[in-house]
C-alpha cells in the first residue's frame, strides 16, 4: 500500500486526524481504549504507517462505531 519509506515514518496523533476517517474525538477514544497501536510519547502519541495498516487488517470487516 505504501512504499517502504512511508511505512516506517513516525505518526503523530495529530497524523491519525488526518489519515482516519474518524473524528478526532473517536481517534482519542481509540487511543485511550488501547485499540490503535500507539505509543506515548510525552503528551503526544505516535504510531507507524505499517502498525496502522496491520490495525485495519486485522479490523477488516469489523464495524467501528463513530
Given amino acids: 500500500m505504501f512504499s517502504d519509506d512511508k511505512r516506517t515514518k ?24 488501547g485499540e490503535l497501536p500507539v505509543v506515548k510519547v510525552g503528551k503526544d502519541y505516535i504510531t507507524t504507517f505499517a502498525l496502522l495498516e496491520k490495525w485495519i487488517e486485522k479490523n ?7
Fill in 10 to 33: 513516525i505518526l503523530k496523533q495529530s497524523d491519525l486526524y488526518e489519515i482516519l476517517p474518524f473524528k478526532k474525538t473517536k481517534v482519542q477514544q481509540l487511543i485511550r481504549s
Fill in 60 to 66: 477488516i470487516g469489523s464495524k467501528i462505531y463513530y
